[in-house]
C-alpha cells in the first residue's frame, strides 16, 4: 500500500523528470539555433551560433572591397552585434519556461549538446538517489 509521503514523492519525482526533459530539449535547441544577419545594403551576412559565437561572415558582390578598412570593420562589428543580440534573444525565449527567470545559463557549453544533457541527466539522477 502506498503512503501519501511516498505518493507525494512520486509525483514530485515525475514533475523533476518533466523538467529535465524541458531541460534537454532547450539545450538542443539552442545548440542547433543560427542566426543570420545582413547589412541593410546586404554587402555583409553574419551568422552566429545560438550562443552568439560567429560561424560564418559573407561578403556579397565586390562593392565591400571599395570601402575604407575602417569603414568595413564598422560594418562587420554592427551586422555580427545585431546578430548576437538576436541570438541571445532566441535563446532567452527558449529558455523563458524552462530556467529561473527565463535566461539561458551564460556559462554552460552548447557545443557538446549530448554531453550537456547527459551532465543533467546526472545531476537529476543524483537528486533523485538522494530523495529515496
Not at 554587402?43 to 561578403?59: I, P, R
Amino acid at each position: 500500500m502506498s503512503t501519501p509521503l511516498h505518493n507525494e514523492l512520486a509525483t514530485a519525482l515525475a514533475e523533476l523528470r518533466e523538467q529535465q526533459e524541458k531541460i534537454a530539449a532547450a539545450v538542443d535547441t539552442v545548440a542547433n539555433a543560427t542566426t543570420t544577419v545582413a547589412a541593410e545594403d546586404r554587402m555583409v551576412e553574419a551568422t552566429v551560433d545560438g550562443q552568439g559565437k560567429l560561424v560564418e561572415l559573407k561578403f556579397n558582390g565586390r562593392r565591400w572591397r571599395d570601402l575604407a578598412p575602417k569603414e568595413l570593420a564598422s560594418r562587420l562589428v554592427e551586422v555580427i552585434g545585431k546578430a548576437q543580440e538576436q541570438a541571445a534573444s532566441a535563446s532567452a525565449a527558449v529558455f523563458a519556461g524552462v530556467m529561473p527567470g527565463g535566461a539561458a545559463p551564460s556559462v554552460v557549453d552548447f557545443s557538446d549538446p549530448a554531453a550537456l544533457n547527459a551532465e543533467i541527466a546526472a545531476m537529476f539522477d543524483a537528486a533523485v538517489k538522494e530523495w529515496r
